[in-house]
Structures are given as C-alpha cells and as structure tokens.
C-alpha cells in the first residue's frame, strides 16, 4: 500500500505540472520582447495540491499501525487433579505378646506346634486378617482351650 500511494502523489504532481505548463501562452509584444510562459504557475500550484493533499493522507494512513490489534487469549489452565483421602486405619493400642506356660507339663516343641496351629487358625477367623487385637485374641483363645496360661 505505501508503495502504491507513494506512485499515486508523484504521478499527481507530474500530471498537475503538466496541465499547468499547457495553458495558454502569450505572443505579442510586451516591452520588446516576446513572452513565453513556461513553469508551474498558480492554476498547476492550486491543482497540483489538490490531488496531493488526500493522496499524502492516505499515504500517511497507510504507514500507521491499525489501532486494534486481536490477540488470542491464552488456553484456559487446566483444573488440578482431585484429592483423594485414603481412608486410614483405625489400629487399637497393641498389647504386648502374653507369656505363654504350659498348664499340663507340654514340651518346648510341644508350646512351639502348638503355638504354630493356633496362628494358622487364628487366620481363618472373621476379620482377624484386618485387625490385629482380633487375631491376638483368637491365638489366646486357642492356646487357653490347648492347655496353656497366658500373662
């Protein structure tokens, strides 16, 4: 576009300054000599600015940056990832492992096997497996109905 309007006001002022030097021409005897008028004149000054005023404007208008400009606004951020709470277990006070006597005069090896079966058993029992006091209590109670004290 600067281009274009840039060759517009050039050819203008070449154009004007044309009609200007093509109006008429004086030929009779003026203090002895003869007159030829050649040049721009008023007529090609007033016409010449004519066509260049709005032609410069536009020129002008064309070099300027437009007054709005569009910008993609950024992506929206992406909502963070939800919290999810494990529930925690809830674990009663542990006691300590009772000491265990033979209440029949069992052998070592016998408190030992026996003490094996009642943790095996122990397993099978409803909820031993998720909480420990049950398991404990279960492994008592079958130690005891075994023949043994426990403190």
């Given at each position: 576009?600067?281009t274009?309007?840039?060759?517009?006001?050039?050819?203008?002022?070449?154009?004007?300054?044309?009609?200007?030097?093509?109006?008429?021409?004086?030929?009779?005897?003026?203090?002895?000599?003869?007159h030829?008028?050649?040049?721009?004149?008023?007529?090609g000054?007033?016409?010449?600015?004519?066509?260049?005023?709005?032609?410069?404007?536009?020129?002008?208008?064309?070099?300027?940056?437009?007054d709005?400009?569009?910008?993609?606004?950024?992506?929206?951020?992406?909502?963070?990832?939800?919290?999810?709470?494990?529930?925690?277990p809830?674990?009663?006070?542990?006691?300590?492992?009772?000491?265990?006597?033979?209440?029949?005069?069992?052998s070592?090896?016998?408190?030992?096997?026996?003490?094996?079966?009642?943790?095996?058993w122990?397993?099978?029992?409803?909820?031993a497996?998720?909480?420990?006091?049950?398991?404990?209590?279960?492994?008592e109670?079958?130690?005891?109905?075994?023949?043994?004290?426990?403190?």
């Amino acid at each position: 576009m600067k281009t274009l309007a840039r060759t517009l006001i050039v050819s203008a002022l070449v154009a004007a300054t044309g009609v200007a030097g093509a109006g008429p021409r004086y030929y009779g005897p003026s203090h002895g000599h003869y007159h030829h008028h050649d040049g721009w004149g008023l007529g090609g000054l007033v016409l010449g600015l004519a066509v260049a005023v709005p032609l410069i404007a536009l020129a002008s208008q064309a070099d300027r940056a437009p007054d709005v400009v569009y910008v993609q606004p950024p992506p929206a951020p992406l909502p963070p990832p939800p919290v999810v709470y494990a529930p925690q277990p809830v674990y009663a006070p542990s006691r300590p492992a009772p000491v265990i006597y033979p209440r029949n005069g069992q052998s070592n090896a016998q408190l030992e096997a026996d003490n094996r079966e009642c943790n095996r058993w122990a397993t099978t029992q409803q909820a031993a497996m998720a909480d420990a006091s049950v398991f404990q209590r279960a492994v008592e109670a079958c130690m005891d109905g075994r023949g043994y004290t426990l403190r």
